[in-house]
Nanobody
Framework: EVQLVESGGGLVQPGGSLRLSCRFS????????MGWFRQAPGKEREGVAA????????VYADSVKGRFTISQDNAKNTLYLQMNSLKPDDTAMYYC???????????????WGQGTQVTVSS
């Protein structure tokens, strides 16, 4: 059973930074993609960033390229999302996901965390 637990969300001013963490447990194959998604009220869940666990291949949504960075620490079984230059439009619940069944930024993932709230406001 794969479990994903997100943390690191909070309230931040526009232009600020946050780092989200996703601690994972269970069988995560090196062939799996893991990703970060977000969902704002009244909007569909959208893919933000994803990386393959066994390598350095990453993909990003156009809206976050150059501002967000996805990374992992294998020793800590943790996936990160470093978010810089945050904007009010980045406000959303952020979710970690594992084992993509399709495109890594699509919602077709087998495992999901419970989410962590990010609010960007002055």
């Amino acid at each position: 059973e794969v479990q994903l637990v997100e943390s690191g969300g909070g309230l931040v001013q526009p232009g600020g930074s946050l780092r989200l963490s996703c601690r994972f447990s269970g069988h995560i194959s090196s062939e799996y993609w893991m990703g970060w998604f977000r969902q704002a009220p009244g909007k569909e869940r959208e893919g933000v960033a994803a990386k393959i666990i066994g390598g350095d291949i990453t993909v990003y949504a156009d809206s976050v390229k150059g501002r967000f960075t996805i990374s992992q620490d294998n020793a800590k079984n943790t996936l990160y999302l470093q978010m810089n230059s945050l904007k009010p439009d980045d406000t959303a619940m952020y979710y970690c996901a594992a084992h993509s069944l399709g495109h890594p930024l699509s919602k077709e993932y087998n495992y999901w965390g419970q989410g962590t709230q990010v609010t960007v406001s002055s």
